[in-house]
């Protein structure tokens, strides 16, 4: 406990530096960046009135040379990102911060927070890794999904990682020194996000976004996948990997042992692990499948205690990260509270699935949903690299193609892995119940 205590404290005392650091980065948007409503559009000479958001202040902005006059949204409130380099009032381009919201888009957004309450509680991510996409697939801009998705985290989080915690999987001391270093991984990552932002503009955090997604997702999800399918090959249990072994031997004090994991490591293992996490969940607000992973693979935890723990670091990384973003004005929280009354339930019922399942069927639902998710944000790529200037103009026929395909497999992604956890919460249960009766049985004979 002393050890942790000095963890405690060198992050608390760390604290102030990034405090400042993020309040500077979070007060808003950069000068290249406004925020605000177009009042007036003047075709003939390319230009459109401004009221920036918060000052009011006026301005008469000249559209960039890519962008159409016809495409401007009057009285709604848009980013816009300025081209320094063509002229002070040159807009490079816009998009519009929050969508219009239909009764079609808010039951998806109820369905959406329902399955990834269900992942969040099963397998301790977040459910970011297909609420972020599907956000984005109903037009939601990149960073406002990933701010909006942050906030109704950290709430719902609390919610798992205490349902877990009473059933004596969550390791409380694990999850605060992860936590610790992730959020120094989470404000990198705020940062990140905003140079993009800054430098490319919505259409270029789309794209990052989205291949970070795609490659992170290929890569993290193949892994968990062949190590599912390596735990089948095995009769179903859980070997500790050659890395974390390799891991636990290393002496580097301070050493700390965690209870409910049952793993003795070196603080300092944990601390890129933590910062990655909390990297990737302020980046593109997904942390959960990089930091399960990171704690079977590298510091040698089970997968159910895994899954637990991360709730607690999602609860942590969440409430900073909300703040943040929060400062910068990009949380929409129409899509913040619709997300969370649902998800709210879901977190409970996977949470609940997680008791009745062996190790590996965690692994295989992870792995399905990351891959599937992964072909859902991958198709997208080319029509965000064109939006960016990267590559040719894609004709309007083949983006609305890509357009569906993503829309059809993540959509297939959530049917797949709500079905994987049902079916196997009812078997678990099921077996639990028969097994209960057969005890009972033998007790009375």
Avoid at 213 to 225: A, P, S
Avoid at 264 to 285: D, E, H, Q
Avoid at 304 to 319: D, R
Wanted: aromatic fraction near 8%.
């Amino acid at each position: 406990m002393k050890k942790l205590l000095l963890i405690c404290l060198f992050v608390l005392a760390a604290l102030p530096v990034l405090t400042q650091s993020a309040f500077a980065a979070g007060a808003g948007p950069s000068k290249d960046m406004l925020k605000g409503i177009v009042t007036q559009v003047n075709g003939a000479e390319r230009t459109v009135v401004f009221v920036k958001d918060g000052t009011k202040e006026v301005r008469t902005l000249a559209l960039g040379e890519k962008m159409k006059i016809e495409d401007m949204k009057m009285n709604t409130k848009v980013l816009i990102n300025l081209d320094k380099h063509a002229g002070e009032n040159v807009m490079k381009d816009f998009s519009v911060m929050f969508m219009d919201m239909t009764v079609s888009k808010l039951l998806a957004l109820l369905a959406i927070g329902a399955i990834g309450g269900l992942l969040s509680g099963f397998i301790g991510s977040g459910g970011a890794f297909v609420m972020t996409p599907a956000m984005m697939s109903l037009g939601v801009p990149g960073a406002v999904a990933v701010a909006s998705n942050m906030c109704h985290k950290f709430p719902k989080a609390m919610v798992g990682a205490y349902k877990r915690w009473k059933y004596g999987q969550a390791d409380i001391k694990l999850g605060l020194v992860m936590a610790s270093t992730a959020i120094i991984g989470v404000q990198i990552g705020i940062e990140i996000q905003k140079y993009i932002l800054h430098k490319f503009g919505g259409a270029g955090s789309n794209l990052y976004i989205s291949a970070v997604f795609m490659v992170v997702l290929v890569f993290v999800g193949g892994y968990v996948f062949y190590d599912a399918w390596k735990m089948v090959k095995g009769g179903g249990e859980e070997t500790v990997s050659k890395l974390a072994i390799a891991m636990q031997k290393i002496n580097l004090p301070p050493m700390i042992h965690f209870k409910t994991a049952n793993v003795t490591i070196s603080a300092w293992i944990t601390v890129p692990v933590g910062v990655l996490t909390g990297m990737l969940a302020a980046t593109i607000a997904v942390g959960g499948f990089v930091g399960v992973p990171g704690m079977i693979y590298v510091v040698g935890v089970s997968a159910v205690v895994a899954s637990a723990t991360e709730l607690i670091i999602a609860f942590v990384m969440g409430a900073w990260g909300s703040v943040q973003w929060g400062l910068s004005g990009l949380i929409d929280i129409r899509l913040s509270l619709l997300l969370l009354a649902t998800s709210l339930i879901g977190v409970q019922l996977g949470a609940l699935g997680t008791t009745y399942v062996k190790d590996y069927i965690i692994k295989v639902v992870m792995a399905t949903t990351m891959l599937i998710v992964a072909v859902s944000r991958g198709v997208m790529v080319p029509g965000y690299l064109a939006d960016v200037g990267f590559i040719a103009p894609i004709n309007a026929g083949t983006i609305t193609v890509l357009e569906r395909v993503s829309y059809w497999s993540l959509l297939l992604a959530l049917c797949s892995a709500g079905l994987i956890i049902v079916v196997a919460m009812v078997k678990g249960m099921t077996a639990d119940r028969r097994s209960r009766k057969a005890l009972t049985g033998v007790q009375h004979g």
